[in-house]
């Protein structure tokens, strides 16, 4: 067996419980403002960084004895020297004391230091190379606290206390959270989180869960195709296996709504902000007032889109894991190109809203989260191209030329390896029709997709069902389609998905014509 790490998600309710939370993370995120100014103005003054994080504790600490004692005075020395620096470390330590918790603020300072350092590596990388960045990496900053959405602390065994079905976490001296565990919870503890998002806070568990050692069930292989209307597209190996579709217009839609009404608060928003920059009102509280009523109002809304989407996300991916295992699959393959592409991405107003908010990419990581309990292996794999091309056409080849054409600045061999990818191709797509020139039928492009990212993650130019087209029509042609909520609340069965692979209508592909059509059973490397 092996352990690795699992965390659980409580919400925190109650009023005053919230309001604990709340005022010690508020405090922390002021602490962290204040010491990242700290750490620049003394850059700007005597041009050193103030990065080590014994020498930062032991400016805030009412006592220091460590070996970094004479490094600790030259820096107290500097600072006496000036009087705002000298001022404003008083200030820290007041913000310090007022926490009163050690260990949480000793995580923030090594969060601070990591930032930083961060920075300085990124600022490294672009100099060195600046087209690996999309824009020159920038510095940390200071956040405004009213307009604080994201934050959270991590605190270690000595921050908590695990009784049973329960645990009591320590805030400030004398101030506890008491948070309850699912019952028969057997897992140890490790550390916990304290989160604030938008106006929910929530407490993540963290605690180590050894992996059953649970082998799939098979050795067939999937390919996925991610989009937004059509959110999983899947293939299968699995000769007795139906392709499927799962919808994602049940996400486009809440992601619209949720969109269209950030959008009205955000204008009233902008509406009462010039309002009160006009000079116009002698008293401006009651905007502010109201201002601030709909900032929180938008802050509800984002953290209300962040738990819809957390909740559906993992258990569309539970569902898909847990179907495939079932199949006896034991490698996904899926397309990246949707994930990536969203990086500086502009495709219009429209389109950015529908396309580029949905998180994809966390998609991703759930299946491959709940993949590894089952030992399954998930695998990324470049789709470029995989939707326009002919399920019998060489797409590792294809795919080849387009790496070529993207790196190719001369404009004439670009147009000359476009037509040759054209050639290759032996298809064109038109939305979600793809018209194959091979047999010169017509297929479902996001299935074609998912079929020639399979091809493309295996390495294979065929596969096995390829022998009888009754097969492959069936899987590009007739999939079993779901809505989102009938895939995650009603019962999908393997057996639903059968029906293909036993018929004794399939029409077979002649001997020797996918030689003499010259595709190759496997492709060499």
Sequence with gaps: ???????????VSGRERKRRVRTLLLDLAHFRNMLIILIREYYLLHREHLLNQSLLYGLVAKNYSCKYREELEKVLRNIEDSRELKEFLERLKAQKEKIDNPHYVQYVIRQVIKDFRSFFKSLECFRANPEKLREMPRLSKPKKLRYLINFSVEGNANTFKQEEDRLVIRLRNGKYLKVKLPKDFPYRVSSVRLKLFGDDLYVDVVYEQEVKGIEPKGDYRAGIDIGLDEMLSVVSENPEIKSFIVSGKEIKAFNQWFNKERAKLRSQMDYLKNEIRSGDYEDVSPLKKKLRELEIKEKVLSAQRKRWMENNLYKIARKLVDLLYKTGHKIIYIGKNAIESKNGIDLGKKTNREFVSIPFRRLVELIKYKAEELRMEVVE??????????PFADILKVQELGSQKFEEEDETKRKELEKEISELRKGSRSGNV?????????????LVGALNIL??????????????????FTKLCNPVRFKLVDFLYLQVSPESLLGIGGSKQGVLIPAGWMEKQGYLDRFEI
């Design 455 to 472: 091809r493309a993650g295996a390495k294979l130019l065929r596969l096995s069902f390829y022998e009888n087209l009754r097969v492959l």
């Design 381 to 390: 794999v470049d789709e470029s191209y995989t939707s326009k091309t002919s």
């Design 434 to 446: 793809f018209k194959d020139k091979v047999l010169g039928k017509v297929f479902h492009a996001d």
């Design 1 to 11: 067996m092996s352990s690795g790490k699992r965390v659980l998600s409580i919400r």
